[in-house]
């Protein structure tokens, strides 16, 4: 028993390290971000429960494959973590491919040898077959984790499909580019370069979706006297393309057209206060664009 604890120990760790990695990601990204703002709360739920579902059927399975591979004398280890990387689905197909086939012991000398074999391999000694034992051996069996496994499929399907659902509806998803709140895309974007560095946003796209924007806080430390200033280059403009520039603080959201700017626009920010300040670029069209936007 003690045995099978220790070799158990290092899967239980591996799970552990999984999860706390998953919730420590979303914690980083809602501390770096607005978090869920713009967002129901129930499509963060949703997502977090698929991914909490799909671990569970991972591990389920996992347990199962542990099990069938000491029955099977291999390692058990080693495929229960293969399988739980590999996701069920796939971890499962391999090891099915390439599990040892079940062995029992010969009576005689000790050897480990196939169920189906007449002889032992070792020390030549006629098996007696016993159906009954064979039938018991080849069973299904921990049909518990086979069934833990399967709902929580189903759930990690149901919890996906109402992600799904919710997210084509665009129900509790904010896409007005003058609200406050963090804007949610549901299309695209072929970007080449997005970093904000020394207070320096630098976007560069190739394309995306009609209406797409994209969004970077920036902070406002005198209002009086600063300035916005927006480096910004279409390559490409198609008829009726334009590329608008948002400056959204509380209730005020400021438009600007910067499609064919002749040179770097500097813009007042008398009319907002100081502290943060949403800057976005609402993308109709305009292809291959370069910008570099920062206030001082």
């Known amino acids: 028993m003690n045995a099978a604890k220790k070799n158990r120990f290092p899967l239980y760790i591996g799970i552990t390290v ?68 590999a996701t069920p689905f796939i971890g499962l197909l391999i090891y099915f491919l390439r599990r040892l086939e079940i062995k029992t012991v010969c009576p005689a000398c000790g050897q480990r040898i196939s169920v189906k074999a007449k002889y032992c391999e070792e020390c030549g000694t006629h098996i007696e077959k016993e159906d009954d034992r064979i039938m018991e051996k080849q069973g299904t069996h921990h049909l518990k984790f086979i069934i833990a496994g399967i709902v929580s499929i189903a759930l990690m399907l149901v919890c996906l499909t109402g992600f799904i659902i919710s997210a084509a509806a665009g129900t ?22 997005n970093s904000y560095l020394d207070d320096v946003w630098k976007l560069d796209f190739r394309s995306a979706s009609e209406g797409f924007v994209k969004e970077q806080n920036m902070k406002i430390t005198d209002a009086e006297s600063q300035l916005l200033y927006a480096d910004i280059s ?24 910067v499609t064919n700017l002749s040179e770097p626009l500097e813009y007042s920010l008398n009319e907002f206060e100081n502290g943060k300040v949403h800057v976005r670029l609402q993308i109709n069209g305009v292809e291959n664009t370069v910008s570099e936007i920062y206030i001082q």
């Open 18 to 85: 999984i999860l706390l990695l998953i919730f420590l990601r979303f914690g980083v990204y809602f501390l770096k971000s607005d978090g869920f703002s713009g967002l129901s709360l129930l499509i963060p739920i949703l997502l977090l429960c698929f991914i909490l579902f799909a671990l569970c059927a991972s591990s389920f399975f996992s347990a199962w494959v542990y099990e069938d591979c000491k029955r099977r004398g291999d390692d058990p280890v080693l495929w229960a973590i293969v399988v739980f990387i």
């Open 234 to 257: 279409c390559g490409t403009v198609p008829d009726g393309a334009t590329l608008v520039l948002w400056l959204v603080q509380k209730d005020v959201a400021k438009s600007i057209d």
């Open 172 to 193: 509790g998803i904010n896409t007005n580019v003058a609200s406050n709140e963090r804007v949610w895309n549901l299309g695209a974007i072929n970007m080449n370069v």
